[in-house]
């Protein structure tokens, strides 16, 4: 495929973005289509296809340089499959310009995976607050200006110093060949990254630090995480759960990295004490909240801590004397586990999103028995819940146990935190399902109405879907062995 | 031939007098006739040192500057007579509208 | 063994059978549900079509052991894993039990399950979980294993709660999930030692597969750490089949279970599912040969505690089908203390797998027998499950409980049961294994105690169902099943009295394991007469208590347990591990961090950003007030800022 194609998946959302907003009373239905066309379309553009636009010497070292690699690939595809069947999920009698939003969020979060040139990176990176800001104040819920806020000022923050990163990268650059080059492959390469002083070094790598970690999120910087996923609504939860949190991520693994060759043992313990706080810290926050949507929040911020996890082996491997391949395992199940939560999060926050309809509330304690009255909605419930809780044959549990079998080598007995950590995340879901779904039904709720179709059949695809990448892994699984193998190589 | 010192003396003391009445007056016209005054020093040290240097681009400059600071005047006082039709005041003070 | 691999190797008759075992319980699960859910007049047939499946599966297993198929067949999965089948005599003859007992089960619950409208979930459940129990048997990978692991846990989590309304049957399929998970979660740490531990001696060719498992474990303990590490792999999977085979300290869950339907218990928590954990600590036998001995002795007091353990919890209870489940788990208890006996003395490991498991299959018989007629008593009895409210049932439905009898004396290993020839078996062992190792002590004397309580508890309950006189309305009024679910309790009452000819048959085909191996061959081990028989006399003076007390009352249970005090009411409070875990550790101790955490989230973590934001409001309003608004301030600081930074550039020298 020639490889100006790569474009297309940039300009084709632009474009639906657009063409959405005219679309009046049809928006949905013209919106579920032109999604569904652009899954068909992403599938073809398997990696590695690079291209790129503008001399960096130029244009001060920007350029439109975009690349398909083996991470971003995946979750190019997770990101038009979950926008797919958000808006598929989603009522029609919305603002068309809702779609217009979901639209636009899929064009940044697609040129966040795929722009290969740090300055583009940051501008996608900013242009997703945008949508986001957006959607959560016109349909949030009753905190949504505090929330529409924090969440802008939040992730924003760490964004600026991450600017601040990119433009010490660019100057060492310049300092050293006398021209601008912003391009990732080349700013951070090891002869680049050398020969910044250490201190300059430490901030370049807290600027992105902070970014990526807040995005994730990770303990401590979680908390707009919740707050952002309890007010907006049930789709836009969906959206922001499954997507935006792989931003992060994606940045851990194909920036973060990078510095692998410059870092102390230090970094290692300190990301290993994160991801270890971050499980068992959003397990036990899981296990006493009231609220069905901010328990699947504390739930999300627990599977990212996985993704912590992956990182921490990598960087802690190489000080201890292992070769990287070591940490492969652990690698791999940290990139499958942004695959995985991206495709299990929204059937939950979905279901949660059904009961909050015909219910008119998410408390814990209000609800009981609901199998009665909702048969289908148990069963997705059911099903989205033991994916969550990694249980096998789901595709959480093949990234689950891949970074903890991974990481025994590295971390030995602390596994054992992750693993109680396991014990409690199985609990609070168990206890959810058991407070919710089954025992006596409550009869104050009156005569409810089971799930829709418009909300029933996108989520027992998606489960179907999880059913199916938790079986065989091994098509996306395998682009993560070989994008593992780069960092190794790197 | 006036020593070049004594016409810059007299543009500092303008200066001075002009930037006292800035940070002083209550008054906007009053205001006004002190940005006059800090104008008019500049172009006064303009055409010393023209002269000096026996080159008439520097006075060019001034007439410029005279004819740039008629018009800035100009639009000061519509601006204090707008004022003084809302007011009944030209004073500074009631200028603060738009803080906070 | 002849290994296969790929597409050719997936279409030799042999693999694709072995395959098809457990793939075609599964699909029948992905039909019936739904199908059962889109049209009504499907239900009623779904039990049949459910049946016919596993029987077919039970087909597929004979016609393994009948080719005397052994074979490992793998093709690639994810990473450098692979899935596939791993058939040798230790798998068939787990995949014919299954599939053999759970067909009995399914037919009985044809029509035991029948009034229920939802029961095309019910069967379609119960699908799965064979089929899950049937792919954990002839998993060749551990991955693979795991999944279908937690598929039948997950499967008996569905199923305990399958009367979902019941607030005891959530209640206790969430303990059951939980505690199992417990274990499961040290299975995962488990098979991380094992990955780490066969990394370095079979490299990519997938560390987990049970082949290179079994057949490099020795090179692995020529490592340095290497025996430390199969024993640490060993200890944690151990954790994990505790967790699945209800041992101390996770044997909790098991009488919770007991609210699911009884055909569920008997399948599930009886039969088959329990009994995984002591087929993965068979199926891996080389980690535990090849380990520190500690590793060794863990199984084995473990499983001769809780022999010991379950069978004083079961003297006390009066629920008929927790009394059965605290014997499941003491006879689980046997099972893996013999294995234990095996590895502590390691030559004896060619006998000791065969008795192992022979036990578990007789086991599986006799529990699902007496499961089953405890289900019809329950049928009858319209859900009356303690004890003090049946009697004089022999006289009411004299075939239930004649086959109840014969599975008492099955399970008590009365001559000439198969119980005599399984878990005596067990017992000489421990002892002859004492003969060369003094440490063993103390594993057989708990052995034979056990014995002797599984008689009490056994015809305890026997006696005071079977005689004496209805003392409750609905006792008085019982009768027998249906033939569909006599069927059954009589092919599984025949299983009991007669499997014990096949016994050396048995030994001998699973000794074909070790073919090869050093440890090819059995040991034969005699003990004294005496010693070979103090169990048997147990027995009898067990069975002459019970019917003192509970046969002829002559004497009464109360004063006894009046008079024992405290210890009765230990007993009586399950030794307070339920206590312990639910109410102190569960609700208490988990439940108070957490709100501990919750509280720290909301008030220091995100205290400290609001904060943040506020401290920059509060902040900004206070610096705005610079904003006079007055033009003449502005300047003064104009002009004082042109000061500060002509007399900073005077001092820098910068004019």
């Given at each position: 495929m020639p490889s100006e194609y790569l474009l297309l998946l940039l300009l084709i959302p632009l474009l639906f973005s657009i063409i959405s907003l005219f679309t009046g009373k049809y928006s949905k239905i013209v919106s579920s289509v032109l999604a569904g066309l652009f899954i068909i379309i992403v599938l073809p553009f398997l990696p590695n296809i690079n291209y790129s636009i503008l001399n960096p010497a130029k244009y001060f070292g920007i350029s439109i340089f975009l690349d398909i690699s083996y991470l971003s690939y995946p979750l190019v595809l997770l990101t038009s499959i979950v926008i797919f069947f958000a808006i598929l999920y989603q009522d029609g009698k919305i603002e068309s310009s809702y779609f217009s939003y979901l639209f636009f969020l899929e064009f940044s979060l697609i040129g966040v995976f795929i722009s290969q040139n740090l300055i583009l990176f940051y501008i996608f990176w900013e242009l997703v607050l945008i949508p986001s800001y957006f959607m959560i104040l016109r349909w949030g819920g009753p905190k949504k200006d505090y929330t529409a806020l924090k969440f802008l000022i939040y992730t924003h923050v760490g964004s600026v110093l991450m600017l601040v990163s990119i433009f010490i990268l660019g100057y060492n650059y310049y300092a050293m060949t006398g021209s601008f080059n912003f391009n990732i492959s080349t700013v951070l390469s090891n002869q680049y990254i050398g020969n910044l002083s250490s201190l300059l070094l430490f901030i370049v790598m807290m600027g992105f630090f902070l970014a990526f970690f807040i995005k994730l999120p990770t303990f401590p910087f979680h908390t707009w995480a919740?707050?952002?996923?309890?007010?907006?609504?049930?789709?836009?939860?969906?959206?922001f759960s499954g997507l935006l949190s792989k931003m992060g991520a994606f940045g851990l693994f194909s920036i973060f990295v990078r510095f692998l060759p410059f870092s102390g043992s230090e970094l290692g313990y300190l990301l290993l004490a994160l991801a270890l706080i971050s499980i068992v810290y959003a397990a036990f926050a899981a296990l006493a909240q009231k609220d069905l949507?901010?328990?699947?929040?504390?739930?999300?911020?627990g599977h990212m801590g996985f993704i912590t996890l992956a990182i921490s082996v990598l960087f802690l491997a190489s000080p201890l004397g292992l070769p990287s391949s070591d940490a492969y395992l652990a690698l791999e199940g940290g990139m499958f586990m942004m695959f995985a939560h991206g495709l299990i999060?929204?059937?939950?926050?979905?279901?949660?999103?059904?009961?909050?309809?015909?219910?008119?509330?998410?408390?814990?304690?209000?609800?009981?028995g609901l199998t009665k009255m909702m048969p289908n909605l148990a069963f997705v419930m059911v099903g989205g819940f033991l994916a969550s809780l990694g249980l096998p044959g789901m595709a959480g549990f093949i990234a689950e146990f891949s970074v903890i079998v991974g990481s025994w080598n590295i971390i030995s007995y602390l596994?054992?935190?992750?693993?109680?950590?396991?014990?409690?995340?199985?609990?609070?879901?168990?206890?959810?399902?058991?407070?919710?779904?089954?025992?006596?039904?409550?009869?104050y709720l009156g005569n409810i109405k089971d799930m829709l179709p418009r909300e029933f059949w996108p989520l027992i695809i998606l489960l179907i879907l999880v059913i199916i990448v938790g079986i065989y892994p091994t098509p996306i699984y395998s682009m993560f062995v070989h994008y593992a193998q780069l960092i190794g190589g790197m | 031939m006036i020593p070049m010192i004594y016409v810059l003396f007299i543009s500092l003391l303008m200066f001075t007098v002009g930037l006292y009445g800035i940070l002083t007056v209550k008054g906007g016209v009053r205001l006004?006739?002190?940005?006059?005054?800090l104008v008019n020093s500049a172009n006064l040290n303009i055409v010393a040192w023209a002269t000096m240097h026996s080159d008439p681009s520097g006075i060019l400059f001034v007439l410029i500057s005279i004819a740039i600071a008629a018009a800035e005047s100009a639009v000061g006082f519509a601006i204090l007579i707008a004022l003084y039709r809302q007011t009944k005041n030209v004073g500074l003070k009631s200028l603060k509208e738009l803080r906070w | 063994m002849i290994s296969y691999s790929g597409l050719n190797g997936f279409l030799e008759p042999q693999v694709f059978a072995a395959v098809m075992i457990f793939l075609l319980p599964i699909i029948i699960f992905m039909f019936v549900l739904p199908l059962g859910k889109k049209f009504h007049?499907?239900?009623?047939?779904?039990?049949?079509?459910?049946?016919?499946?596993?029987?077919?599966?039970?087909?597929?297993?004979?016609?393994?052991?009948?080719?005397?198929?052994?074979?490992?067949?793998?093709?690639?999965?994810?990473?450098?894993?692979?899935?596939?089948?791993?058939?040798?005599?230790l798998s068939i003859a787990m995949a014919m039990m299954v599939s053999g007992v759970s067909f009995l089960i399914h037919m009985f619950a044809i029509g035991y399950i029948g009034k229920d409208p939802n029961k095309h979930v019910y069967f379609a459940e119960t699908s799965l979980f064979t089929g899950g129990m049937l792919g954990v048997v002839l998993s060749s990978n551990m991955v693979m294993f795991f999944l279908f692991w937690e598929l039948v846990g997950l499967c008996s989590y569905l199923l305990i709660g399958f009367w979902w309304y019941k607030p005891n049957a959530a209640s206790a399929a969430k303990k059951a999930f939980i505690v199992t998970r417990v274990g499961d979660v040290l299975l995962i740490l488990g098979l991380a030692v094992l990955y780490w531990s066969f990394l370095p001696v079979v490299g990519n060719n997938d560390p987990l597969s049970i082949y290179n498992i079994i057949h490099y474990a020795l090179n692995v303990a020529q490592l340095p750490n290497g025996q430390f590490n199969l024993a640490l792999a060993g200890a944690l999977v151990l954790g994990g089949a505790a967790g699945k085979s209800a041992q101390f300290p996770l044997h909790v869950w098991i009488p919770d279970a007991m609210e699911g339907p009884t055909t569920v218990s008997a399948l599930i928590h009886a039969a088959t599912m329990v009994t995984a954990g002591i087929y993965l600590v068979a199926r891996i036998y080389p980690v535990y040969v090849y380990a520190l001995p500690w590793a060794d002795y863990l199984v084995l007091y473990i499983g001769a505690f809780t022999a010991f353990l379950a069978g004083t919890m079961g003297l006390v209870m009066n629920d008929i089908k927790r009394i059965l489940a605290y014997s499941t788990i003491s006879q689980l208890g046997y099972m893996l203390a013999a294995l234990g006996l095996g590895f502590v003395m390691v030559n004896t490991i060619g006998n000791t797998i065969g008795i192992s498991i022979y036990h578990l299959i007789v086991h599986a018989f006799l529990k699902a027998l007496l499961f089953l007629s405890a289900g019809a008593i329950l049928y009858a009895l319209l859900d009356t499950r303690d004890i003090r409210k049946m009697g004089g049932l022999w006289k009411k439905m004299p075939i239930t409980i004649t086959a109840m009898f014969i599975g008492a004396l099955t399970l008590v290993g009365f001559p000439p049961t198969a119980g005599y020839f399984s878990k005596d078996e067990i017992i000489s062992l421990a002892y002859f294994v004492y003969n060369q190792n003094p440490y063993v002590l103390y594993a057989w004397i708990l052995l034979v105690i056990g014995a002797f309580l599984t008689t009490l508890y056994t015809f305890r309950m026997f006696f005071t169902v079977a005689l004496g006189k209805p003392k409750s309305y609905a006792a008085e009024h019982a009768k027998d099943p249906p033939w569909v679910m006599i069927v059954p309790m009589i092919i599984l009452s025949i299983l009991a009295l007669i499997f014990g000819i096949f016994q050396s048959g048995f030994y001998?085909?699973?000794?074909?394991?070790?073919?090869?191996?050093?440890?090819?061959?059995?040991?034969?081990?005699?003990?004294?007469?005496y010693i070979e028989i103090i169990p048997f006399l147990l027995v009898l003076l067990g069975i002459y208590i019970a019917w003192v007390f509970y046969g002829s009352h002559r004497l009464s249970a109360e004063k006894v347990a009046n008079g024992s005090g405290a210890l009765y009411k230990i007993v009586k409070a399950k030794y307070y591990l339920d206590f312990l875990f639910t109410n102190i550790i569960a609700e208490r101790i988990i439940v108070f961090i957490a709100i501990v955490v919750s509280l720290f989230d909301k008030y220091f973590i995100d205290g400290i950003v609001n904060g943040l934001g506020l401290m920059a409001k509060y902040g900004s309003m206070a610096f705005r007030k610079a904003q006079t608004g007055i033009v003449q301030n502005y300047a003064v600081m104009v002009i004082i800022g042109l000061l500060v930074f002509l007399i900073i550039g005077k001092i820098l020298g910068v004019f």
């Open positions: 919740p707050d952002v996923y309890v007010e907006s609504p049930t789709t836009s939860s969906m959206v949507k901010r328990l699947i929040a504390y739930s999300s911020i999060v929204p059937i939950l926050f979905g279901s949660v999103g059904s009961i909050e309809r015909s219910t008119g509330t998410r408390a814990i304690r209000d609800l009981g596994a054992f935190i992750v693993v109680f950590g396991l014990v409690v995340v199985a609990s609070y879901h168990i206890w959810a399902l058991q407070r919710t779904l089954f025992g006596p039904y409550n009869n | 006004l006739i002190s940005i006059e005054i | 007049g499907f239900r009623k047939y779904s039990g049949i079509v459910v049946t016919t499946g596993i029987f077919i599966s039970f087909l597929l297993a004979y016609y393994l052991y009948y080719t005397n198929a052994n074979l490992y067949f793998y093709s690639a999965w994810f990473n450098n894993f692979t899935w596939g089948v791993y058939i040798d005599p001998n085909y699973f000794s074909s394991m070790f073919t090869g191996t050093k440890y090819a061959g059995t040991v034969s081990f005699s003990i004294p007469l």
